[in-house]
């Protein structure tokens, strides 16, 4: 049986390592081999922040078994697996083909994809009979909305006027037009502005007249209706702007993918705390997922719970004192400590304004957004970037969250997501905007329960509104720093 088979040849090899071992290795391991055996769903949800080391537990039992397998990772997790894991494999004997790219014969045992091939392989019917595995759900729904984004540069327009000169007076005059009301629209914090189906429909009843479409204009003309969203990202200094289209649920363009097909999905997903329950499949029930296993392997229990610091009556974001209030705090938080500080902030004017306050107290120890900090550094950054890089930084002694990461609708992404969910007269914040911040707050914490260190929250909204009873949830175990004590 496979899942005898790959308890004992992973046990076998976590010996020989003997290195410091995640204690969920074989559980995992045979919950895996399980669900190709069964060809079922099976979803194992992982605590935010587990050590990278549980990707040997997956692979064993997808090298040991005979299944066809397409396995599904971003750019980063391919590195590890190529450069990491399947040395490690060959090390002991383990060994199998492993195909790349967006083909693969259908002998290949495995197929190693990113999100944007597995979407053409699906789309053109290559991947037959393969069960899926995506070791990375927490970011699959993003992932995908990546992948199926339309982008249109300057120099597409050109492209454009190129392939089809009978036109070009007309699509000279249509840019004009959609450039002067762009460049006309006040800035944002982010250079986005977001458009109507006014403001593109006419260039889209032209390109519907012309034949044929250069890419990406087939993509952009065919990627319209009510479920995506458009917007321009402008930079009115340079006078130039890019046109973006992006569809708000990218599981529901991938309805029934897991249809008929085995899959095994595990992820740094939301892990219950406080007692609170997680639905089984929340976030990614789009894909058609019935998972007849779901499993939650959570951390250890914590000898000593995380401190936080959060003081009563502090001003919310959108004080005019707001600034001054995390400048204070800040100052207060980082003077004195001998480790790195992380500062989480997405706001672009505010973390600039923080960062250059601190660096006038601290100098070269602040830095925004370096991969290469000082060992007593203060690092401030946005909460995506902070996921995206945390694990090549060294683990932080304390984690200052200046904004909580709850998504902005001036973003217009998140704005169309929530006014759609309000047409049909949901709860948008709780079941939309608070998870996704709940889940992103515990994985980029996470280091602080295995480095030790402190919490600071700094936002006002934790406190004042009645959601934040479900942060401190989010954050449990912890204990409540009352005042701030010297190292």
């Known amino acids: 049986m496979l899942e005898a088979r790959a308890h004992h040849q992973l ?24 669900s190709l055996r069964r060809a079922d769903h099976t979803l194992v949800r992982l605590a935010p922040g587990t050590d990278p080391s ?45 195909w790349e790219g967006p083909e693969a014969p259908p002998e290949a045992r495995l197929w190693l994809l990113n999100h944007r091939e597995l979407l053409e392989a699906w789309r053109h019917g290559r991947l037959g009979d393969r069960q899926l595995v995506i070791p990375e759900a927490e ?54 502005v977001a458009l109507a189906d006014d403001d593109e429909a006419p260039l889209r009843h032209l390109l519907a007249l012309l034949k044929p479409l250069p890419d990406p204009w087939r993509a952009w003309l065919d990627a319209a209706g009510a479920g995506w969203c458009s917007w321009a990202h402008v930079d009115a200094d340079q006078l ?79 004080s005019p004192h707001y600034g001054e209030h995390l400048l204070d705090q800040a100052r207060r938080l980082v003077l004195a400590q001998g480790s790195l500080t992380v500062v989480l902030i997405d706001d672009p004017a505010l973390r600039r304004g923080l960062a250059s306050g601190l660096a006038a107290e601290f100098g070269s120890r602040v830095s925004e957004e370096c991969t290469a900090p000082e060992s007593n550094g203060v690092l401030c950054c946005r909460w995506s970037w902070w996921l995206e890089n945390q694990a090549r930084l060294p683990l932080p002694c304390q984690v200052v969250v200046a904004l909580l990461p709850i998504a902005s609708l001036e973003d217009p992404l998140t704005a ?33 329960r295995r480095s030790g260190g ?19 949830a989010a954050l449990e175990p912890w204990v409540q720093l009352t005042r701030l004590l010297p190292d």
């Open 139 to 192: 970011t699959l729904e993003a992932a995908l909305r990546e992948a199926l984004a339309v982008r249109i540069a300057p120099a597409d327009w050109d492209r454009l006027r190129r392939a089809l000169p009978a036109a070009e007076e007309s699509l000279l005059n249509l840019h004009g037009r959609l450039g002067r009301r762009l460049l006309r629209h006040p800035r944002t914090p982010h250079g986005l």
């Open 240 to 318: 130039m702007w890019q046109l973006h289209r992006q569809p708000l649920e990218p599981l529901a363009e991938l309805g029934g993918l897991l249809q008929g097909r085995g899959a095994v999905l595990t992820g740094e997903l939301a892990i219950s705390r406080g007692g609170g329950e997680v639905a089984p499949g929340a976030g990614i029930t789009g894909l058609g997922l019935t998972p007849e296993v779901a499993v939650e392997l959570g951390d250890p229990p914590l000898a000593d719970p995380l401190p936080l610091y959060a003081p009563l009556r502090q001003p919310l974001p959108n």
């Open 11 to 34: 046990k076998a090899l976590l010996a020989g390592e003997g290195a410091r071992r995640w204690p969920h290795h074989l559980t995992l391991s045979r919950l895996v081999a399980r």
């Open 416 to 448: 169309a997501r929530v006014a759609r969910l309000r047409q049909q007269g949901r709860d948008w914040f709780r079941e939309r905007l608070l998870p996704d911040a709940l889940n992103r707050l515990q994985r980029g914490v996470a280091g602080l």
């Open 54 to 98: 549980w990707w040997i537990s997956l692979l064993v039992p997808l090298v040991l078994g005979e299944t066809r397998l397409a396995l599904v990772v971003g750019d980063a997790l391919r590195q590890r697996l190529l450069q990491v894991e399947w040395p490690r494999l060959r090390a002991v004997g383990l060994s199998l083909s492993c």
């Open 454 to 472: 402190r919490l600071a929250v700094l936002d006002g909204r934790l406190r004042a509104r009645s959601w934040g009873r479900q942060v401190f």
